[in-house]
């Protein structure tokens, strides 16, 4: 016993560090909870079909305003940058020696209608005498060519009245259209002519127009469906211009298609289209920078994403949606056009599934999630475009 007693000592001796050692370990961790996500239902929405176009905004009237005859400026009667009305004067030039070839041209006038009364009278006499032999051919001859002279003289010294007339005109310069003034080139006092250059320029800016170009595809689409409506008795589609300004803001006032290209360049395939916009508050201005939408007026239903839900690499366009059993899965989609922070979704996505909009940088595929819907969506600079 004593034998046995030993052994079982020594053996427990040598299990103890074991033992030991065992009860020493750390329990493992615990596992991390499922990640919080946010998540949006995939619905239908009303979508109008629309497409952007980059543009630049220019005056529907843009003029030099120049001289038509030579002198020196008078008058200046507007100021640099106002609105002047249709037949407002803007300039005078220096009247006076077109008042005085008026008159001249006036009294040369007299002088040759008093010519044609002469010329008439010894034309008439020479008829009478003629018959008896008292005048000779030659002298008939003489009588008729004075009175076609005279004739002549006196049509010269019409024109010669019209064109002083006209020049006197000139010598006021009025606005063409009412329009914004730019700066004056010249000031009272100075020498103009002819060729000395815009005096100033005039801008209308009500309407304003803006060109862009649509690619043929697009047009000979646009034109394959206007066939196909109108063969079954539908009218065609109507596309109402609008306006996005530099800072993202729509324009208020809506546009119409005033100008369409009769042909498409072969340099570049598009057709040039020209747009009009009312722009009664001076809200545009020309050279400004703003995206053409071309918008269809009749609402489609459309499946449509937010914005932030949707990610990309090198597959392609792709969201995360949560299962019924609250796993994380991924789909790749196909996107259609932008509207505002939504996507339309071409395919990809069924109406009802959940797709993560906040919280995409905490999963991947597989993992438990737990999601909470959300009503707003916040706008992420960052999304694919």
């Known amino acids: 016993m004593t034998l046995l007693r030993k052994r079982r000592s020594i053996l427990l001796a040598a299990a103890a560090p074991l033992l030991f050692t065992a009860c020493s370990d750390p329990a493992p961790p615990p596992a991390p909870p499922p990640p919080a996500v946010e998540v949006k239902a995939v619905a239908m929405e009303p979508v109008a079909t629309q497409f952007e176009f980059v543009a630049r905004t220019r005056a529907s009237e843009d003029t030099e305003i120049r001289a038509r005859i030579t002198g020196n400026i008078v008058e200046r009667n507007f100021a640099e940058g106002q609105v002047v009305q249709e037949g407002d004067l803007l300039y005078r030039i220096d009247p006076r020696p077109y008042r005085a070839a008026l008159n001249v041209a006036n009294a040369e006038l007299s002088q040759a209608?008093?010519?044609v009364d002469v010329a008439q009278r010894n034309l008439k006499r020479g008829e009478e005498l003629a018959p008896n032999g008292y005048i000779s051919d030659a002298e008939m001859d003489k009588l008729r060519g004075d009175y076609d002279g005279a004739l002549a003289s006196r049509e010269a010294a019409e024109a010669a009245v019209e064109r002083a007339s006209i020049d006197l005109d000139f010598t006021d310069i009025r606005a063409p259209f009412t329009g914004t003034a730019g700066r004056s080139q010249l000031s009272k006092g100075d020498l103009v002519n002819p060729t000395a250059g815009a005096l100033v320029t005039l801008v209308q800016l009500d309407p304003m127009l803006t060109d862009f170009d649509i690619d043929e595809q697009a047009l000979a689409e646009n034109m394959k469906l206007n066939?196909?409506?109108i063969a079954q008795g539908l009218d065609p589609l109507v596309y109402t211009p609008r306006l996005k300004l530099v800072t993202g803001d729509e324009y208020a006032q809506a546009g119409e298609i005033d100008y369409a290209s009769n042909r498409i360049n072969p340099s570049t395939g598009t057709v040039t289209v020209t747009a009009k916009f009312p722009n009664p508050d001076g809200m545009l201005i020309p050279g400004q920078f703003v995206r053409?939408?071309?918008?269809r007026g009749e609402a489609e239903m459309r499946l449509m994403i937010p914005q932030p839900s949707v990610l990309e690499d090198m597959q392609g366009r792709y969201v995360y949606t949560v299962a019924d059993d609250d796993t994380v899965v991924r789909k790749n989609v196909v996107l259609g056009s932008r509207q505002g922070i939504n996507w339309v979704v071409e395919s990809g996505l069924e109406e009802g599934d959940r797709v993560i909009v906040n919280g995409v940088q905490k999963v991947?595929?597989?993992?438990?999630?737990?999601?909470?819907?959300?009503?707003?969506v916040p706008h992420r600079e960052n999304a694919p475009q």
């Open 113 to 115: 209608r008093a010519a």
């Open 227 to 229: 066939q196909s409506r």
């Open 292 to 295: 053409v939408v071309l918008r």
């Open 364 to 376: 991947r595929p597989g993992i438990k999630v737990v999601p909470s819907t959300v009503a707003a």
